[in-house]
């Protein structure tokens, strides 16, 4: 039986979601692109699953995972590009299951560009479809953020750290579902206390001493 968190199961169900999804026969020619990069990507693992994703133990996935997560990724990134609401919740629904279980860093090239990482890609996605009034769609935008930043590691640096708060900003301020608002505010509260976690983490480190080495040691992060 195969392990229900394993990389291949997850990721399995992820893209035959996303692919149901795409299949409204009137907007069919609109998500013919989305369609057949999934089902190249269904067509990649072996039809009898082998679970290898997954370790032993059920920890979270390495460097590997990471790589073939990679390699995944694009009929997500084209389902953010559609702007449709029903086709954009499958896709960051599955992705945040991928980033929950530690198979998604995107600490690696997006295999079409390979000069950005995936990440970057990612969140520049998932940011990008904020302009969606959509309910599910911005909760599912805040949940993925929030994910993506707070998970150890996180690759969220820069620009796309930047991104993403603004984007929690952004909903918050300018939703009009409470929930959502709220749930906004929340990430937004959790996001901004990692960032200074990390901050200080780095400038305790680089003080040295002891006890600020210990204290410093895996939480000086790059913001």
Do not use: W
């Amino acid at each position: 039986m195969e392990d229900p968190k394993s990389f291949e199961t997850l990721s399995k169900s992820a893209l035959n979601k996303l692919l149901k999804a795409t299949s409204d026969k009137k907007k069919a020619k609109e998500l013919e692109t989305v369609r057949e990069a999934t089902e190249t990507c269904l067509k990649s693992f072996p039809e009898n699953g082998s679970g290898e994703g997954a370790a032993a133990n059920g920890a979270a996935a390495d460097g590997d995972d990471d790589q073939k997560a990679a390699e995944i990724f694009l009929p997500f990134k084209l389902a953010f590009d559609t702007k449709n609401p029903r086709v954009v919740e499958e896709a960051m629904e599955g992705l945040h299951e991928l980033i929950a279980h530690g198979y998604l860093k995107g600490n690696c090239p997006f295999p079409s560009d390979p000069k950005r990482k995936v990440v970057d890609v990612m969140v520049e996605g998932v940011c990008a479809c904020g302009c969606i009034n959509d309910e599910q769609v911005q909760m599912h935008i805040i949940r993925i953020l929030q994910t993506a930043v707070v998970s150890e590691p996180s690759f969220v640096h820069g620009s796309s750290l930047l991104h993403s708060v603004r984007t929690c900003l952004t909903i918050h301020l300018g939703s009009s579902i409470p929930a959502n608002k709220t749930a906004a505010k929340a990430a937004l509260s959790r996001i901004i206390n990692i960032m200074m976690k990390r901050m200080e983490g780095g400038d305790v480190g680089e003080e040295g001493g002891a006890e600020g080495g210990a204290a410093g040691e895996g939480e000086g992060k790059e913001l």
